[in-house]
């Protein structure tokens, strides 16, 4: 399968099964269209036609450009067949029942009240709750049963707000380091927070012991302060980015990640991803929000189009900057394209349900943080281990091939099929499909691949 592009002066043809990408001129871009519909000669015929007015194509030089498409097509680098569909639920069933990574929710509660929150200002529509230390540990021992032979294990730290419940993300943390050795474990620590209760012992901690830090901001400061207030209404921007950008000082190049949500106010988010980086913040992130159609947040059809122009204009921008020896980083177009994910990975996602899951306050398990509430989602607990069985093979059929609309398209292979959360809150099934989602990941990863191809030729 191919698909066909043209973008910021590239024409860009990319080989879906093989993953080779070709970057080509306007000719052989033509024949390439062609060549699986055409004879030689009718492809030739058209060319000439087309190209009548430039000396330098001649029968000669197209029937050299269609040898060389055929030298690729036989070396297995263009129309590289689909044989990927039976190997679509080998991974997941070979995993078996390993969990390698859990989302910890230590807090149902939060000191802010964002209205685009998916987890209903952190109740995620229950009751406000902090995890006791006990929950958690018996949570980090539910891991490491259950993570058979694996070494590096990873821990979120979530919520709600996390620091709301500090100590107790503490002493989980020295708890992890204490059994670490004896069980043959690395843990692997996440904290994701709005900000508001950093403080130096954060800074301190935070710096030694986790790998990731995600910090949530959502650009200029009338945009962040529209929708992330506190309780009585007031923004929180001037109260956080002096924070965050303590932190980010104090980390001393260990990951971090600013991480955004643009909504209907915002479709002009990369004016954000700017904002940001004249900040000082390099590692960002900025998603779209996910809402009903009928929320006053949520992306228009209008916006989604906007949207799409948009990660163009970052794509270049971020070029220019790399050019300029000050590069940013954009979540989404990180694209390793020689050393990426294994095939297996590819089709078979981010592993939720099966090898990564989320626990409540009280211990209850979940497929991930965005189905934790939905009760018909609840997987078991960690204390009888996953005893819903259905629902578990139920996630692990989910892949790049389980979706009728996905079978055919040329990005599968880049979205194993998308967020199963995205799906289920748009269709009401996890085998649905969130189209908005389709469409700007389809055009981030052409934006990813374009910066690649620049990247390589040196512009």
């Not at 519909?37 to 030089?61: C, F, G, N, P």
């Not at 529209?226 to 000082?249: M, N």
């Not at 209907?264 to 000082?280: E, I, K, Q, Y």
């Amino acid at each position: 399968m191919l698909h066909q592009y043209k973008l910021n002066g590239f024409n860009i043809v990319l080989d879906t099964c093989s993953g080779s990408v070709h970057s080509v001129d306007d000719v052989a871009y033509d024949i390439i269209e062609m060549f699986e519909t055409s004879t030689k000669e009718e492809i030739i015929t058209a060319m000439l036609e087309k190209y009548s007015d430039r000396e330098d194509v001649t029968r000669e030089d197209l029937e050299y450009c269609i040898e060389d498409v055929e030298e690729l097509k036989a070396a297995g680098k263009l129309f590289t067949p689909d044989t990927y569909e039976d190997l679509a639920g080998t991974f997941k069933e070979r995993s078996g029942n390993v969990v390698k990574a859990l989302c910890l929710h230590v807090a149902h509660t939060c000191n802010l009240n964002c209205s685009y929150c998916f987890a209903s200002q952190g109740k995620y529509h229950g009751d406000r709750a902090l995890m006791s230390f006990e929950v958690g540990k018996r949570a980090l021992d539910f891991l490491v049963e259950n993570s058979g032979s694996r070494t590096n294990l990873e821990v979120d730290f979530f919520g709600g707000e996390p620091l709301m419940n500090w100590k107790v993300v503490k002493d989980l943390v020295k708890y992890a380091r204490s059994i670490e050795k004896e069980h043959h474990k690395n843990f692997r620590f996440t904290l994701t927070t709005n900000g508001m209760l950093i403080d130096d012992d954060v800074i301190e901690f935070a710096n030694k012991e986790m790998s990731n830090v995600v910090l949530s901001l959502d650009g200029r400061k009338e945009i962040h302060d529209r929708l992330r207030v506190d309780y009585t209404g007031k923004g929180s921007y001037d109260t956080i980015v002096p924070k965050f950008k303590k932190l980010v000082e104090a980390r001393g190049g260990k990951n971090y990640y600013m991480r955004g949500t643009f909504t209907h106010a915002n479709p002009d988010f990369t004016n954000d991803v700017f904002h940001m980086a004249d900040l000082g913040f390099t590692e960002l992130s900025m998603e779209p929000v996910v809402g009903a159609p009928d929320d006053p947040a949520s992306l228009t059809p209008e916006d989604i189009e906007i949207v799409k122009e948009q990660y163009e204009i970052l794509a270049k921008d971020m070029l220019r900057r790399e050019k300029e020896g000050k590069p940013i980083t954009f979540y989404h177009y990180m694209l390793d394209l020689t050393e990426g994910p294994c095939i297996y990975k590819r089709i078979s996602g981010c592993g939720s349900g099966t090898e990564y899951m989320a626990v409540t306050p009280w211990g209850d398990l979940y497929p991930c943080h965005q189905f934790v509430g939905e009760e018909k989602y609840k997987l078991g607990n960690i204390y009888d281990g996953v005893t819903n069985d259905a629902l578990r093979d139920e996630f692990r059929s989910c892949n790049a091939y389980a979706r009728e609309e996905c079978k055919d398209c040329w990005a599968k292979l880049y979205c194993s099929g998308g967020c199963a959360a995205n799906a289920f809150h748009a269709s009401g099934t996890i085998r649905g499909v969130y189209k908005p989602g389709c469409e700007l990941f389809k055009k981030r990863i052409e934006c990813a691949i374009m910066m690649r191809v620049a990247e390589n030729e040196g512009l």
